[in-house]
């Protein structure tokens, strides 16, 4: 099992910055990848940024040259920093891990872009 627990979302104008954190305990060291996910209202998830142990990253192009996905190795954390956020990437952001035994996801934290 792993747990994760994200951090950092909130409200921001646009053209602002947020950066979120995910930390993960429990069997970690299974984890092949994580990512960050989004769902606004009404809308499918959709991925956000993925990064692989081998610190190969993913991002949709909705969110290339704005967002950096990066992790910790020794504080178990992956991190999203968002810079230039829009109002279109309002959503509950949730970060994922990938493992042999299965996909595991946090509860989630909104991030708000509005003025």
């Known amino acids: 099992q792993v747990q994760l627990v994200e951090s950092g979302g909130g409200l921001v104008q646009p053209g602002g910055s947020l950066r979120l954190s995910c930390a993960a305990s429990g069997s970690i060291f299974g984890i092949y990848g994580k990512g960050w996910y989004r769902q606004a209202p009404g809308k499918q998830r959709e991925l956000v940024a993925s990064?692989?142990?081998?610190?190969?990253?993913n991002y949709a192009d909705s969110v290339k040259g704005r967002f950096t996905i990066s992790r910790d190795n020794a504080k178990n954390t992956v991190y999203l920093q968002m810079n230039g956020l829009k109002p279109e990437d309002t959503a509950l952001y949730y970060c994922n891990a990938m493992t042999a035994l299965g996909v595991y996801w946090g509860q989630g934290t909104q991030v708000t872009v509005s003025s």
């Open positions: 990064i692989t142990s081998g610190d190969s990253t």
